[in-house]
């Protein structure tokens, strides 16, 4: 049971370059998020999705564009790199049932860096 | 807007005990504690849904207080296995679709011998 996985787990890009993270999730959950966590800033949602085919800004979601076309995938997309960019990307995903909330579980995190 | 968790930063002796707090400006529906190891991805402990509500894993446990907006984690007899950053996460009122959630900076919690 492989969980939340992310690819590619490190990235060196130029600025201007554009790339695509993508996290994959086994567990058939409805809700997946993209994070990325600076040093002393906590982890800051980009954008989210709460099932195929829909995505949803988050606090953060200035120079990033997401695709949910697949319930088990959530791409995340750098259309052209900044510097400020540079940062631990985390994707997660939780099941919606009922009104309880549910635990995100976690990706193992990409390091991006942006020269 | 960000909940602030305090302390930023706690070290302790094994065996001591260490309680971590977390405060919104905004009411809360729920509250998610997760601890990151260096390197590593965020891992869950325990969400607590009610005002008042208290509950516990092994020999931490949390509280929050939905009146005052706040939540604490207490980690009683700490081992070594328990260092490393604790984030709360926040969801306010109205429970929002997507369960998504606002974290706190972190506070980064050092256990030793």
């Known amino acids: 049971n492989a969980g939340v996985t992310q690819t590619p787990k490190f990235r060196v890009l130029k600025t201007g370059q554009s790339m695509t993270l993508l996290c994959a999730q086994d567990?058939?959950?409805?809700?997946m998020y993209w994070y990325r966590q600076d040093p002393g800033m906590g982890l800051r949602l980009i954008h989210y999705?709460?099932?195929?085919?829909?995505?949803a800004k988050g606090e953060v979601p200035d120079g990033y564009n997401v695709s949910r076309l697949k319930k088990q995938n959530f791409l995340l997309g750098l259309e052209s790199a900044a510097p400020s960019q540079t940062s631990v990307y985390f994707c997660?995903?939780?099941?919606?049932?009922?009104?309880?909330?549910?635990?995100?579980?976690f990706g193992d995190g990409t390091r991006l860096s942006i020269l | 807007q960000q909940p602030v968790q305090s302390p930023q930063a706690v070290i302790l002796r094994e065996g001591e005990d260490a309680v971590i707090n977390c405060s919104s400006s905004?009411?809360?529906?729920?509250v998610h504690w997760y601890r990151q190891k260096h390197g590593e991805a965020p891992v869950f402990l325990m969400i607590?849904?009610?005002?008042?509500e208290q509950k516990g894993h092994d020999k931490i446990s949390a509280s929050f207080n939905e009146k005052k907006q706040q939540s604490s984690l207490y980690l009683t007899a700490s081992q070594l296995s328990y260092s490393g950053t604790y984030f709360c996460?926040?969801?306010?009122?109205?429970?929002?679709?997507?369960?998504?959630?606002?974290f706190g900076q972190g506070t980064e919690l050092s256990v030793k011998p």
């Open positions: 997660a995903s939780s099941y919606s049932g009922g009104r309880s909330n549910q635990p995100q579980h």
């Open positions: 567990m058939n959950h409805e809700y």
């Open positions: 999705s709460v099932g195929e085919g829909t995505t």
């Open positions: 905004k009411a809360l529906y729920s």
């Open positions: 607590l849904l009610k005002g008042g």
């Open positions: 996460g926040t969801e306010g009122r109205p429970k929002n679709q997507g369960g998504k959630l606002i």
